[in-house]
């Protein structure tokens, strides 16, 4: 069946069998690998994307639920060659080590902070719970957090 | 990455539709809401349907509205809109707790309230709170709309009295009694206390105008094949003083009710342990809320 | 001149990591391949009968179908014992029968389910115990046949390595004891659970007869010498190409998805061919941690001086050694902990059993014998009445004590790293806690670990005409920001700045030899060899500069890229070779090799020199926590965490290692555990195997010791190892601090807790 939806700011029309899911679209047909499969089934938040806006493990959606709405992936974050916000203050605190589950991370962290820019250390970890990080990287993470949330240096 | 099987794939615009392409497809057929369970258990193999129907391009399944006697939520209302929802944190706090701790916060975006009722988990955090406010599920199947109790619709593990053809279309919760306060609580695993329940509890109490628990409704999770009303708990409680005493009483009677198994997430000796425990903490909170409620 | 170490330098690798450009194995997509799956056994011990393939043929877009019959090869790198598919007989739940390739990973997937095998079951021995009993199933009857390297096996039993070492004599060391302990502890299974999973794709160039391999790992060279060893090719027949890893801890570095793309490679004329593991065949059919049922018998005066210890060490490596042999020896080793002993025995035996392959895991065994260890020294010092940070500063070694087979160790950070933690917990100081069913209590515990020793590390280094500094290196960069710290190396060696210096990808075809990414060896050995490379390349460019310039080269220097004559900048290196004619050019090269071997550091007591480290790394972990007595829940309030790093060249890379090992530590300790029976793993899921997550995580407190080490490159240890071992034992000892309950067997669940207290009051009660 035929796709159409808002991929990183560019509409687009692809081809896709019902039984893919949103996640294996972004990989396979659009070439954007920046969302990772760890789980597949909605633990890990490797897979996380933008629909319209919010946060969503694209791992559990099938992708005819993506017909007419609007994908941000960590590559529509910034125009290719920059930075967004949270992706800089991610380089700068170290927030990754292998950097494998980092573009869930910084999507999801982007979507807190756009609602609530202020948001306080608890808020931060519970909207962070569904991203898991293999290498622990949590503690950068959150130092890069609390920067963005306006405090600490 | 494991890949789902083939299966066919269906958009209906409206309930008659939907109900068509269900009767029509009988028991290789799925309605998919929120997928959080379907799609899981798509991959995991416990599920191979080979018709789904997918629910969403159905207008007016979804939101949350004040009606004459309580509220009625849409069944595909996701449960990260029940969590902000001020007329479910007024209306029904312990639903508004148990929102609040399904899952991760982009899980809860996409689960709906009606996809847990259809899953059935004995698990399930929505179940509980649903049975303690007493709520009331409308039911679309070819003969027609009916409502029935959602504790009426449990049956087993995954089983509800639902037919593939029904479609639960929304959940009404009644306003609850002058002096009602309920509250839910769980243990998963990790600190975050969003996982999966070892144990879930919730209750709700209704304090008279003279102190006394007029009545009490608990409910718990993970300890038996369906949501567990703990009958005789409730009755531990009714006409007493909301004392530590009676607290401990009820906490005492939950956990002999329980029928746990041991499963991979907790032993049945464990369970019950804990159901004891999260029995005596939910009824505090329910009491305080109760308290509160009688100001 | 040091321009960049000891700087929080930002990772080089950063941008794409941020961005999601990186490209990490499972991302990769190579024109025309066809895509894996595999059927696996459903018994822990079967003779495989028959198996049928027909009807998996027949289904749409199969191309390649492969058993043991057609790949008929063993692997192995201590012992060659494991085929790339079931050949006659499964030894494990999970293991490959058949490899199927279609054109798309669904049909792949779909087909195999296709595929009808028929077993006869075997008896299956599915617990490390019984693997030991006289009438024990055996494994593998054929043991003795197999190729195998020097160590010692038990022909016609399970016990695939035996190894026993002695010092001292232990029964006077036991006599002059006030108190002897005994005690035994159990060290559990654990997924290495790299986020990103098991994948590789393979092709096979049928003109050449060679193998090429895009995968991420953190061995290269020593996965192209398993596979060239089990094929029977020479090195120039397998190329390697390693992508950005996603997390490896010790899993990605021998044949797992390898064996089964190159096996279908092999006969998908040309075709590539890409295997990707799910997470279920991740979790349950890979590798996992060694597990570990460990007898520690420590003998201590009253004053709390050690004066014997014996240990029985038992190690499972599932159905094949894979690399197991070094964890269960190397590991146990350490088991007497970094303490003076001056009577010890030791006996490690390790068996094979019908479960899935162990192998090693972030920590090479010091995980398990930490945790019985440290535990047990917590167990003494309550014994004795002592407090359990002195009796460990009082047994601790300090800078020139021997090591248990008399090796002079140097860089001893032991002690500041005990002091440290203990000052940053608040050691002896009691927090209330927060309610009446909460309790707070406080632990530590320390521990030591060789790195591989001796290995060796080759770096090429190359000046390219634009200035520009490649430095060609086999050390993939894992995510523990190694590719950053040779970076920095490299350009403070040569006296360039870190952006003038590129580290590629490591391709086997071009980069040269290295040991492996592992044991935290890295910084140490191909910094060894990135310092001398660079001080030869220095050398070259000035007396290039000389020439071109036309100066006297003993007057020019290289500072932060630029050349300077008597202190002044002449020539920016960039635009050094800028100015030449058409066809005339420079591209200097320098090349180094380090090896540890023959270091008259490594002098010890014949013949146990190999029991020697290049240098020793020490980590101590303080942690306090806060239990619930009513569910039995522990959650980790602090955790304060010191490495002995040497020098820290990046000090934002070593809190990474630091704080996440904690993390792993954690998680290892409180959440992660197998379940199943008959060698069966059930769940095979992150929704029912828990890792850690941001809710769970305390304040870390990473603590830099920096102890020096002579021989290294700017006094450089290593890190990433040791950083998870210390954190279990730490939480446990809390535990007993905070309600007087003793966990022996890994992991610390609520319900071994609450029992624990049950148990405990019912005792007191009773007393
Ligand atoms: C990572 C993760 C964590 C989770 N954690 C929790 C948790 O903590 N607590 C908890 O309770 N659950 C949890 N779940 C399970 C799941 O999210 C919930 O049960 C959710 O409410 C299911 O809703 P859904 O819309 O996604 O259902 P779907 O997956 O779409 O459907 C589930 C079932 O219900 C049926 N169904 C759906 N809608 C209807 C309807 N309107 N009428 C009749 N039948 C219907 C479907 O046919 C299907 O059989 C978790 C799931 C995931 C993936
Ligand atoms: S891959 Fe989607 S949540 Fe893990
Ligand atoms: S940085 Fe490796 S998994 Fe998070």
């Known amino acids: 069946m035929r796709l159409t939806a808002t991929v990183n700011g560019r509409a687009r029309t692809f081809e896709v069998e019902a039984r893919s899911t949103l996640l294996e679209v972004i990989r396979e047909s659009l070439l954007l690998t920046g969302a990772k499969e760890a789980c597949g089934v909605g633990e890990c938040g490797n897979c996380m994307v933008l629909l319209d806006g919010e946060p969503t493990p694209s791992c559990l959606v099938l992708a005819p639920d993506a017909e007419g709405r609007e994908i941000v992936t960590v590559e529509g974050l910034a125009p290719e060659g920059a930075l967004d916000e949270v992706q800089a203050a991610f380089l700068e605190a170290g927030a990754f080590q292998c950097g494998f589950c980092t573009p869930g991370m910084v999507i999801t962290a982007g979507a807190l902070l756009r609602d609530q820019p202020n948001a306080a250390a608890g808020e931060i970890k519970q909207a962070l719970a569904g991203v898991l990080c293999r290498c622990g990287s949590y503690t950068k993470v959150m130092k890069a957090m609390e920067k963005l949330a306006g405090r600490g240096a | ?295 | 001149m040091t321009t960049t170490v000891g700087r929080s330098v930002t990772r080089i690798d950063g941008r794409d990591k941020v961005t999601g450009a990186a490209v990490f194995g499972v991302d990769l997509a190579v024109a025309g391949m066809l895509h894996g799956a595999v059927v696996r056994s459903p018994h822990p011990h079967a003779r495989i009968v028959s198996i049928d393939p027909a009807a998996a043929a027949a289904a749409p877009g199969v191309e390649v179908i492969v058993t043991g019959a057609d790949f008929p090869y063993l692997f192995g790198s201590a012992t060659r014992d494991q085929p790339f598919l079931a050949i006659d007989r499964v030894r494990y739940v999970g293991e490959p029968v058949v490899a199927i390739a279609a054109r798309t990973e669904a049909e792949a997937q779909e087909a195999a389910d296709l595929v009808v095998v028929e077993y006869e079951e075997l008896p299956a021995v599915c617990d490390m115990r019984d693997a030991l009993a006289e009438d024990a199933p055996l494994v593998h009857p054929d043991m003795h046949t197999y190729v195998k390297g020097a160590h010692v096996i038990v022909p016609h039993t399970n016990i695939n390595t035996l190894w026993t070492f002695e010092r001292g004599d232990v029964e006077a060391g036991f006599a002059g004891a006030d108190l002897i302990v005994e005690d035994e502890f159990t060290a559990h299974a654990l997924s290495h659970a790299a986020l990103e999973p098991h994948v590789s794709i393979a092709a096979y160039d049928p003109v050449n007869r060679a193998y090429t391999l895009w995968l991420p790992t953190d061995r290269p060279f020593q996965v192209r010498g398993e596979l060239t060893a089990a094929l029977g090719i020479p090195s120039d027949k397998v190329r390697l190409i390693v992508t950005s890893v996603g997390g490896s801890f010790g899993g990605k570095n021998t044949l797992i998805s390898e064996a089964i793309s190159v096996a279908l490679a092999r006969f998908a004329g040309g075709r590539p061919v890409r295997v990707e593991f799910t997470r279920q065949e991740d979790l349950t059919a890979t590798s996992t941690r060694v597990p570990a049922i460990m007898k520690l018998r420590t003998g201590v005066t009253r004053d709390g001086s050690i004066t014997a210890r014996s240990a029985e060490a038992l190690w499972d490596s599932g159905a094949y050694t894979s690399n197991t042999v070094g964890v269960a020896i190397r590991g146990s080793s350490t088991i007497f902990g970094p303490y003076r002993t001056p009577h010890l025995s030791l006996v490690v035996r390790q068996v094979y059993t019908n479960r899935a392959t162990t192998g090693s895991y972030r920590g090479y065994g010091t995980t398990q014998v930490t945790w019985a260890c440290e535990s047990q020294m917590d167990m003494i010092a309550a014994a004795l009445g002592l407090d359990p940070l002195a009796f460990r500063l009082r047994n601790g070694y300090e800078e020139g004590d021997p090591y248990i087979n008399e090796q002079i160790m140097h860089g001893v950070g032991l002690r500041e790293s005990l002091e440290r933690t203990a000052a940053e917990i608040g050691w002896g100081e009691v927090d209330r806690a927060p309610a009446p069913h909460l309790r707070r209590g406080k632990g530590i515990a320390t521990m030591l670990k060789p790195t591989a020793t001796p290995t060796s590390s080759n770096a090429v280094i190359k000046v390219e005409e634009d200035g520009r500094v490649t430095v060609l290196v086999a050390a993939p960069e894992i995510g523990a920001g190694q590719s950053t710290v040779l970076a920095q190396i490299a350009a403070d060696a040569i006296g360039v700045p870190i952006e003038a210096v590129v580290v590629p990808g490591t391709d086997t075809a071009y980069t040269p030899y290295n040991g492996p990414v592992a044991s935290s060896r890295t910084t140490f050995h191909v910094g060894n060899a990135i310092v001398m490379a660079g001080a030869e390349i220095r050398e070259k460019i000035l007396a290039a500069a000389a020439d071109i310039l036309d100066r006297d080269a003993g007057r020019l220097d290289l500072v932060d890229g630029r050349i300077v004559e008597d202190g002044v900048p002449i020539k920016p290196l960039s635009e050094l070779f800028g100015g030449l004619a058409y066809g005339d050019g420079y591209s200097i090269t320098a090349e180094a090799r380090y090896s540890s071997k023959g270091s008259p550091l490594l002098k010890a007591a014949a013949p146990y020199e190999w029991m020697s480290s290049i240098f020793w790394m020490f980590a101590t972990h303080a942690a306090e926590i806060e239990v619930d007595i009513e569910t039995g829940a522990v959650r980790v309030v602090k955790v304060a965490a010191a490495g002995d790093v040497g020098r820290a060249i990046n000090p934002m890379a070593c809190e990474q290692q630091i704080e996440g090992g904690v993390v792993m530590g954690i998680s290892n300790a409180l959440f992660e555990e197998f379940k199943g029976s008959g060698g069966r793993i059930d769940n095979g899921s992150f929704a029912d195997y828990k890792l850690a997550a941001l809710p769970d995580i305390p304040e870390i407190v990473a603590i830099i010791v920096e102890s020096q080490h002579a021989e290294a490159p700017f006094g450089a240890k290593g890190i990433g190892e040791p950083a998870a071992a210390a954190t279990p034992p730490a939480i446990a000892n809390a535990l007993f601090d905070a309600v007087g309950i003793r966990i022996l067997d890994l992991p610390i669940t609520p319900e071994k807790v609450l029992r624990a207290i049950a148990e405990k009051a019912s005792a007191e009660g009773a007393g």
């Open chain 2, 1 to 295: 990455m494991k890949r789902l099987r083939e299966f066919s794939y269906h958009e209906p615009e409206s309930l008659e539709a939907a109900i068509g392409i269900l009767a029509a497809g009988g028991d290789g057929a799925r309605l998919l809401a929120g997928g959080t369970d379907l799609v899981v258990d798509m991959k995991t193999g416990r599920m191979r349907p080979s018709i789904v129907v997918n629910l969403k391009r159905i207008p007016g399944l979804s939101g949350i509205e004040a009606v004459e006697g309580g509220i009625r939520i849409g069944a595909l209302t996701p449960v990260a809109t029940l969590q902000a929802s001020p007329l479910v944190g007024q209306m029904a706090a312990a639903l508004a707790d148990a929102a609040a701790v399904l899952a991760t916060p982009p899980v809860r975006g996409l689960a709906t309230i009606g996809g847990n009722i259809g899953r059935a988990s004995p698990a399930s955090d929505l179940g509980p709170p649903l049975i303690v406010h007493e709520a009331i599920a409308t039911i679309e199947g070819p003969d027609g709309s009916r409502e029935e109790t959602v504790e009426s619709l449990y049956v087993g593990p995954g089983a509800t009295t639902l037919a593939v053809h029904d479609i639960i279309t929304s959940i009404f919760v009644p306003t609850p009694a002058a002096g009602f306060g309920s509250a839910h609580l769980k243990i998963g695993a990790r600190a975050g206390g969003t996982d999966i329940a070892m144990v879930g509890v919730s209750a709700g109490v209704t304090l008279g105008a003279d102190g006394r628990i007029a009545a009490a409704r608990i409910v718990l999770a993970s300890v038996a094949p369906t949501p567990l009303r703990a009958i005789a708990a409730e009755q531990a409680l009714a006409g007493r003083e909301p004392s530590e005493e009676a607290v401990a009483a009820a906490a005492a009677a939950a956990a002999a009710a329980c029928r746990p198994i041991s499963d991979l997430r907790a032993s049945a000796s464990h369970r019950v342990a804990l159901a004891g425990v999260l029995t005596a903490r939910v009824l505090r909170s329910a009491i305080a809320r109760a308290r509160e409620a009688s100001r």
